[in-house]
């Protein structure tokens, strides 16, 4: 009788390529931000007399980005919601229905009538309220799916680095939004954009959303996730596990992402608002043409994205929390600069978009690693989607609202909102102080 022995090496457990990793959360993130980017364009160009025309251009003005805000309330719904199903689940099948969710509320955006369309005047801008809502909701679950998808597939003393790229799809969806804008502002005139050319990003967005999704539908669940099957330690109910165990580091998430957003939505939104605005209105603003100062916003977030990318090395080298002290230092400093830079012209307008954006891709970056490492893994989805969607009512949903009132209030001046930011700096400096270093945290086999 002879025996035989099975020399056959055991079976690899499958796994996501690096490449298909990074491409997943970098297209899933950038499409998700040309749409959120693609609203916030419009709220400022097209949006006050489409669907909230008024005598007065400010009160037009301060009721679209009163619908842009409507978009950040919905985010920490969306963030219980879809981390429920993310901890509970999995991380891809989650990825998969926010996607779906924010990419056909863009979409419907395209086809709505405007408010001066008989039978529509409350029915089109309430319907716009509901799909900016649906926006939002899809956005709140899919910030910290992508973010997980990323760092639980890094390896070791990766994370930070492979948490850029779900980062970087915020500039590259930016770049996108405003470029097909810009494309379609220099070639068609006034009446043609405002009639129908604002719709085409909108309704573009459907192709990405197909493509998204056929990377998304690829991927395999991450392993961190799949140890917390394994040890049958999947949370009943995420939202209340978490707020039981990691409350405190719910309260320190928000606070460390507060001047991110801040910087963001001011350097964004409010720039375009105050340097397309005519130089003899009231408030005054800076009077360029649109065209020219979208190119000039696209110009700054070349950098935002370059930096993004850097960030990553540095925070890995220096530490998260050292590494957002000095960045963060910067913004409060950044702050002061706001006159100075805005009475430059064209010079100091430009270097003011190139270092506030690249503060932002050095504060942006390394979030994606620094919130998930504060939850454990059974309800790190959730956990770290409520913390940077909490922290968008508080910067990002008023940020835009309280510049412009804040510039009305200064007569046209910036300083106010220049005070304004380095105050939301401080703040989040505070935050940064007494939290701990999150570089080492056992990630993998972290269950609360």
């Not at 999947?234 to 309260?251: E, L, M, N, T, Y």
């Not at 360029?288 to 993004?308: K, P, Q, S």
Request: hydrophobic share 55%.
């Amino acid at each position: 009788m002879t025996t035989t022995t099975d020399t056959s090496a055991p079976p690899v457990a499958p796994s996501n390529s690096r490449g298909r990793v990074i491409f997943a959360s970098l297209i899933g993130t950038s499409i998700e931000f040309y749409d959120f980017y693609a609203y916030a364009t419009a709220a400022v160009l097209v949006f006050p007399t489409v669907f909230f025309a008024s005598e007065d251009p400010t009160y037009a003005l301060l009721q679209s980005f009163a619908v842009f805000g409507v978009a950040f309330v919905a985010r920490p719904v969306g963030s219980v919601l879809f981390g429920h199903f993310g901890d509970r689940v999995g991380r891809k099948g989650t990825l998969v229905a926010s996607l779906l969710t924010m990419g056909v509320a863009t979409f419907l955006i395209g086809v709505l009538p405007p408010s001066s369309t008989p039978g529509w005047a409350i029915l089109s801008p309430a319907l716009l309220v509901l799909m900016r809502f649906c926006q939002g909701l899809g956005l709140g679950g899919e910030w910290s799916g992508a973010a997980l998808l990323a760092t639980e597939n890094a390896p070791e003393g990766k994370r930070a680095v492979w948490g850029t790229f779900p980062q970087l799809g915020a500039p590259i969806g930016f770049i996108l939004a405003n470029t097909v804008f810009l494309v379609l502002a220099e070639t068609l005139d006034a009446a043609q954009f405002q009639a129908w050319g604002w719709r085409v990003p909108f309704l573009a967005s459907a192709v990405l959303v197909i493509v998204g999704l056929w990377v998304r539908l690829r991927l395999i669940e991450t392993p961190a996730f799949q140890k917390v099957v394994e040890a049958e330690a999947v949370a009943k109910v995420p939202v209340a596990r978490v707020f039981r165990v990691s409350w405190r580091q719910i309260v320190s998430g928000t606070f460390i992402m507060l001047a991110t957003y801040v910087l963001f939505y001011l350097m964004t939104t409010f720039t375009l608002t105050y340097g397309t605005a005519a130089d003899d209105a009231s408030p005054a603003g800076l009077g360029y043409e649109r065209t020219d100062f979208l190119i000039m916003l696209i110009v700054g977030v070349v950098f935002f994205g370059g930096f993004t990318l850097a960030s990553g090395p540095m925070a890995e080298r220096f530490g998260r929390r050292r590494h957002l002290l000095w960045t963060t230092v910067a913004i409060a400093v950044f702050g002061a600069l706001f006159v100075p830079l805005f009475s430059g012209g064209t010079v100091g307008v430009m270097a003011l978009l190139v270092v506030g954006f690249s503060l932002m891709g050095l504060t942006f970056g390394p979030m994606a690693a620094v919130l998930p490492e504060l939850f454990p893994a059974n309800v790190r989805y959730t956990g770290s989607a409520v913390a940077y969607n909490v922290s968008s009512i508080l910067g990002a949903a008023v940020a835009p609202f309280i510049a412009v009132w804040l510039w009305t209030l200064a007569d046209g001046s910036t300083v106010l909102v220049g005070v304004y930011l380095s105050a939301m700096a401080v703040i989040t400096l505070v935050a940064l102080l007494v939290s701990k270093e999150t570089k080492d945290v056992a990630y993998s086999d972290y269950v609360s």
